[in-house]
């Protein structure tokens, strides 16, 4: 006998179909072993697939585990906000809740949900940040195939973590970051101590930066939009200087755009004592396919 899982295909970053990064959620992942759900997720090949499950927590609404094509990670932001898409258009959440939790690998991640927005637009607090290994600028201009002159002067290219580690290279313009073309083996060259999970690469503009990301060691040619990358954007551009340091303020990451799924990430800066204490990461999401999934019984 066989057993059926449903699953939604939602579009996340964005309010338009067919734009954004689309993410598979099974909304009732009960039963699933850990080896069918990274089949599932290497089956249906985005760059993240959600399975919930009920919270072992009182201060959650689920549980969620992210799936590469690859391998489980412990946090990711786009299946953060398109699962809680799902739980709240599936009334999973209560209905009067502007505020939730869900329990992933990293611990609680608090959802934010603007219920009197239309389309629907949500809100995850970042974990905390970690500024981790600087890397030799040269090496990786070197890895995407562009000359020294196209990196940001002054500016490291440097690991930062939100519980995903991603290297940050800040590029002159946004040219620069189109003109891009990851090369892994010499980006593996240039970190050989680290683990990475994606290269952010990234020019300052006025709304706050124009983005790719590119992530082959996870299975990922080119991500359309990250939003467990966006929290350390804002802490890097903070940090160096690209936007205002302080409490409250916004910027945006637009990413996506040279593959055609153009993505808006929304990011709000809280400070505590003079020190960053979190980044928001918002955006919205929109629901485009519902199917089923059939698998051997037991």
């Not at 954004?20 to 099974?26: C, E, K, R, S, T």
């Not at 599932?40 to 585990?65: G, Q, Y």
């Not at 620069?176 to 050989?192: C, H, N, S, W, Y």
């Not at 205002?244 to 055609?260: H, I, L, N, P």
């Amino acid at each position: 006998m066989s057993r059926t899982f449903s699953y939604a295909v939602v579009d996340v970053f964005t309010d338009v179909p067919f734009a954004g990064n689309p993410l598979a959620v099974f909304p009732d992942a009960s039963g699933l072993t850990d080896e069918e759900m990274q089949m599932l997720a290497r089956e249906l090949n985005l760059s993240e697939t959600s399975f919930v499950f009920p919270s072992r927590r009182e201060d959650c609404a689920a549980r969620v585990r992210f799936f590469t094509p690859g391998f489980e990670v412990p946090f990711a932001g786009h299946p953060t906000i398109g699962t809680s898409y799902v739980l709240v258009d599936a009334d999973r959440v209560p209905s009067s809740a502007t505020e939730f939790g869900l329990e992933e690998n990293v611990g609680r991640v608090r959802v934010r949900v603007e219920r009197r927005a239309d389309p629907f637009l949500a809100w995850l607090s970042t974990p905390k940040i970690r500024f981790l290994e600087r890397l030799d600028r040269e090496a990786c201009a070197a890895a995407l195939g562009l000359g020294s002159g196209a990196l940001l002067e002054d500016r490291p290219a440097q690991i930062l973590s939100a519980g995903t580690p991603f290297v940050f290279i800040a590029l002159r313009t946004p040219h620069d970051v189109d003109r891009a073309e990851l090369d892994a083996r010499a980006i593996e060259r240039a970190a050989p101590r680290s683990t990475l999970n994606g290269v952010f690469v990234f020019a300052p503009v006025r709304e706050g930066a124009y983005s790719r990301m590119f992530a082959p060691m996870s299975g990922i040619l080119e991500d359309p939009a990250t939003g467990g990358a966006t929290g350390p954007l804002g802490a890097f551009l903070a940090t160096y200087g690209l936007i205002e340091a302080r409490d409250g303020t916004r910027f945006q990451s637009e990413q996506g755009v040279k593959m055609r799924r153009r993505s808006i990430l929304h990011g709000l800066l809280h400070y505590a004592n003079g020190e960053l204490e979190t980044v928001e990461v918002g955006g919205g999401a929109v629901r485009v396919i519902e199917a089923t999934v059939m698998l051997p019984g037991e």
